[in-house]
Every structure is written in structure tokens, then in C-alpha cells.
């Protein structure tokens, strides 16, 4: 039998999934050239696609240039920027 | 091995040609449009929004014409000029056309991956065939049309090569022997380097505006100021390029191609035209049982113009999925103009892939233990730490509002 910790039961309530993930990106004429990491960067190969998602302005207006990025390692990451308040972040599309 | 009976000597055994073709979307235009040839030339879409010179040929930019400007100063400082339309469809097929072309003299042809229509090519090997590299480099030029002034340099490394190429006339091979690179590189601006322009921008604010200054410095100076990157430029400036010419992977390519009985103004005409022409290419033996992962969508316009759009597709398609994603982004798009021919270009050919289905569900009788276990890890934790997945809003466009996790309660 497992101890009782003592911590009082939460509701259940839904979690978000896929949240974005704010990251570090250089860029070079508004467009990604390196995701930065805290001990590098991962070089963009190729912007492979872009997209932009608007909506909701009747309320918390959402307002984001997507890109998806293949990296000079081969691997594909899809981010996006935020151009409301001008942040980077990284979400599975 | 190439002999030495000719003015080359054997020396030449390790040879590296560049062949390259500058401002090519302005000479890529002339093959329709001859009589323009020698007229100053610029490259702009001016119904892109931005009207901004792209590109000039050398007679524009005598008169002072320069890539950035808007088409006011350019046409301002040159009257005569002539703006060309960027032409992507035909540019992508000419230089597959000459990428065949020097593949059937080497195997060993690379694409250089920042300069569109440059390709080095390893003429190791190709001595049977040529007297010297010069000629293996002059049949390399006449795989070009003359109006397009290629030009072709030889050395044993591929950025010496690319120099060479870049101070040779049109039409003419220049070719720098083995133990005279470093002095044929010292006056090549840091500029001619393979690098970021804020990497040459950084060198020359350091005082190194020429590959000769770089080299009379120790290059673990420059190794400590920029990196592997640094030590790399000091090495080219060298004349030493550790960087072998890599053949691109020739991947299986399907291209359809549709002409429009009129040219069509609506996308519902363009799509009905696309539907046709997957259905085609999925009949096609090579897609039997195949899916593909990225399409290129090329339209030919009225007044030779061309547009061109690569889409990467989310996950490897068939048929109807195809032509579900065609309809989904052409509804995004705006057409261009009057669409008089389309085609379309599948690439990255997959097998088939297979979806796992869901899990199976639980069956009953595990319920009674993985209740006992939710009970006792809540008891532990005082939260479920086990989620399942539920669909939220899974139409919507922002990502994290499509799924949801749910504490899971048996």
C-alpha cells in the first residue's frame, strides 16, 4: 500500500497539447537562418514552407508566421513568430 | 590521369572545373528573347508589391544600376533598361537540362548550393577522354548555349576553381596550376568567400578586404576570432579545400504537364486540371503502390511569365490526399495571372506508409488492476499522473487548441 502523501486531490481539467515552446532564432531579412541552442545553433538548410495563422482578433489576438524548417542536420522542426509581441517559438503543426 | 604531352603538365591529375553562369534569370530570359541581348537588362516583379531590381546584367550596372533599388532610381539612372520578369519554371528546367548535360561527361557533378547555375565538376579520371582539362572544361562551356556567356575555371580545389571561374570572360576557361593558388587568390576580395555576409562584412571592418591579407595572419588568429569558420577561410585563402565535389542524389522525380485549353482564371478550373493530372501520375507504373512527400507546382502565365511553388506535404500522400492538399493550399493562394499551362512535379517517392490504428481498448478484466494503480499513484501524488487524449477542437488552426490531456479516471 502506498503512503498517502497528504496532498489535497485536484479537479481533473484539460491540459493543452502540443503548447508552443519559446526558443531563440536568429534571422537574417526576417527569415530563420539558425534555431540558437543554449550551447550552439542549428543552421537552416532550407525554409521548406510558411504559413500564417490569424484569427481570433475579436478577443487575444493571434497573429503568427509559421515556417517549416529543414536544419542542416537533417532533421525538420516547424516554428513560428510570434508578430504580436515578437517572439520566436517552436510547434508541431 | 591526364597526360602531360599537351601545355599541361601531370601536374593537373587532381582537377576541380567550376562552371558557372552569372545572372542567370537575366541570360536564362534571353533564349526567348535574343534581341535583347547586350541591351542593359533588370530583373524585377513589379507585381510582387515590392518593385526592387533583383538582379542587373553588366550593362546595367555600368549605368550604375544596382540590386536592391526600387525600379524608380534604376529606371531613373538607366532609361533604356528592359525589365525582365523572374521566369522560375524555365530557369529550374534549363539548368536540369545543363545538369544532364555535364553528368554525361562526369559522374561527378555537385550543384553549388548558395549560387544558382554554378556546378563544380571532378574531371579526375577523365583524362582517356580529354588531352587536358581545359578541353574537358571547354566541352563543360559548349554544354551551355553561348548566350547564356558561361565561363569555366580549373584548379585543384573547388573554391580556387570557383575564383577562377569568376575573373574568366564569357565563353573562355581559366585555369590556375597546382602551386600557384595562394598567389592567384591574394587580390580575390573576402567577399568571393563562401560565407555569411556578416562574416565578410567582419573581416573587412578587421582591416582583411583580400584572401592575401588573410593568409599573411596565423590562422589560429583566425580560428580564435571566428571559429572552425575562420580557420576554413584562412585554409581556402590558402588554396587548400578539404571539401570533396559531392554529387547531388538524383532523387525519382514524376512531372506531369498540362496545357489549358484556355487560359484559366479561376482555381476551380486550375484544380480540375491538377485532379487530372495526379490521377495520371498515380497510374504511372513508378507510383504503383507509392506515395510522394513533396510536390512543386509550376504554372506557365500569359506574357512569358512563370510561377512556381514547392509545397512539403505533412505526411506522404496518395492520390486523394494529394489532391486534397492541392486544394487546400491553392485556396490559400493567389494566382498570379491567367494560367495557360501547369505542372506538376512529384518528388520524394515513399512506399506506401502505414497508419497504426488506436490501441486497442482495455479490455475489461485489466481494469480492476490499472483502477488499483490510478488509486494509489492519486494517493501518492495526489493527481492521476496517467492522461489520456481527447479531441478538443480539431478543426482549428492553432495547434494547441486541437487536442487536449484529460486526467485519466478508470
Redesign the interface.
Known amino acids: 500500500?502506498?503512503?498517502?502523501?497528504?496532498?489535497?486531490?485536484?479537479p481533473?481539467?484539460?491540459?493543452?497539447?502540443?503548447?508552443?515552446r519559446p526558443i531563440q532564432v536568429l534571422t537574417?531579412h526576417d527569415l530563420p537562418?539558425a534555431i540558437l541552442r543554449s550551447d550552439g545553433r542549428d543552421a537552416v538548410e532550407n525554409v521548406?514552407?510558411t504559413?500564417i495563422?490569424q484569427?481570433e482578433w475579436w478577443r487575444q489576438e493571434?497573429d503568427r508566421q509559421y515556417y517549416?524548417l529543414l536544419l542542416r542536420n537533417g532533421t525538420i522542426r516547424t516554428i513560428y513568430h510570434d508578430r504580436i509581441t515578437d517572439r520566436w517559438y517552436e510547434?508541431?503543426? | 590521369m591526364f597526360p602531360d604531352a599537351e601545355s599541361e603538365s601531370r601536374e593537373h591529375v587532381m582537377a576541380i572545373a567550376c562552371l558557372r553562369i552569372p545572372h542567370p534569370e537575366l541570360r536564362i530570359a534571353l533564349l526567348d528573347q535574343p534581341e535583347l541581348d547586350g541591351m542593359p537588362l533588370i530583373l524585377s516583379n513589379p507585381e510582387s508589391g515590392r518593385a526592387v531590381v533583383l538582379d542587373t546584367t553588366d550593362e546595367a550596372s555600368a549605368k550604375g544600376v544596382r540590386a536592391g533599388m526600387t525600379l524608380r532610381e534604376a529606371t531613373a539612372l538607366c532609361p533604356d533598361a528592359v525589365i525582365v520578369m523572374p521566369n522560375p519554371a524555365m530557369v529550374s528546367r534549363i539548368s536540369r537540362q545543363i545538369l544532364d548535360r555535364l553528368e554525361a561527361i562526369s559522374p561527378l557533378v555537385e550543384p553549388d548550393e548558395n549560387e544558382a547555375a554554378c556546378w563544380y565538376i571532378d574531371l579526375t579520371g577523365l583524362g582517356r577522354h580529354f588531352p587536358t582539362t581545359t578541353a574537358a572544361a571547354e566541352q563543360m562551356i559548349a554544354c551551355v548555349q553561348p548566350i547564356l556567356r558561361p565561363r569555366a575555371g580549373v584548379a585543384t580545389t573547388k573554391f580556387t576553381a570557383r575564383v577562377a571561374a569568376g575573373i574568366a570572360r564569357p565563353g573562355a576557361v581559366r585555369s590556375v596550376p597546382k602551386g600557384q593558388e595562394k598567389e592567384f587568390l591574394a587580390n580575390a576580395p573576402v567577399s568571393w568567400l563562401p560565407f555569411p555576409p556578416e562574416m565578410t562584412h567582419q573581416l573587412r571592418r578587421l582591416g582583411l578586404s583580400t584572401l592575401g591579407a588573410l593568409t599573411a595572419l596565423p590562422a589560429s588568429k583566425l580560428a580564435a576570432r571566428f571559429g572552425p569558420d575562420g580557420r576554413l577561410a584562412w585554409e581556402l585563402a590558402s588554396g587548400v579545400d578539404p571539401r570533396p565535389v559531392t554529387p547531388i542524389e538524383r532523387d525519382e522525380t514524376i512531372v506531369e504537364e498540362l496545357a489549358m485549353p484556355t487560359p484559366a482564371v479561376s482555381r476551380e478550373m486550375l484544380m480540375v486540371g491538377l485532379r487530372q493530372m495526379v490521377h495520371r501520375a498515380f497510374s504511372r507504373k513508378e507510383l504503383k503502390g507509392r506515395q510522394v512527400r513533396q510536390v512543386t507546382l509550376r504554372a506557365i502565365l500569359e506574357n512569358r511569365r512563370s510561377w512556381e511553388r514547392p509545397m512539403v506535404l505533412k505526411e506522404p500522400c496518395g492520390p486523394a490526399a494529394l489532391i486534397n492538399a492541392l486544394e487546400l493550399r491553392l485556396h490559400a493562394m493567389e494566382l498570379p495571372g491567367p494560367v495557360e499551362a501547369v505542372a506538376l512535379q512529384l518528388n520524394g517517392i515513399v512506399h506506401e506508409v502505414a497508419h497504426q490504428g488506436m490501441l486497442p481498448t482495455l479490455r475489461p478484466r485489466h481494469a480492476p488492476p490499472l483502477t488499483n494503480a490510478v488509486e494509489q499513484l492519486k494517493q501518492r501524488y495526489g493527481l492521476s499522473p496517467l492522461f489520456r487524449i481527447v479531441e478538443v477542437e480539431p478543426w482549428s488552426r492553432i495547434p494547441e487548441r486541437r487536442h487536449a490531456l484529460l486526467v485519466y479516471e478508470p
Open positions: 500500500m502506498v503512503k498517502d502523501s497528504g496532498t489535497p486531490s485536484r481533473s481539467r484539460l491540459r493543452a497539447l502540443n503548447e508552443p537574417e537562418v521548406q514552407d504559413w495563422v484569427d493571434i517549416s510547434q508541431a503543426y
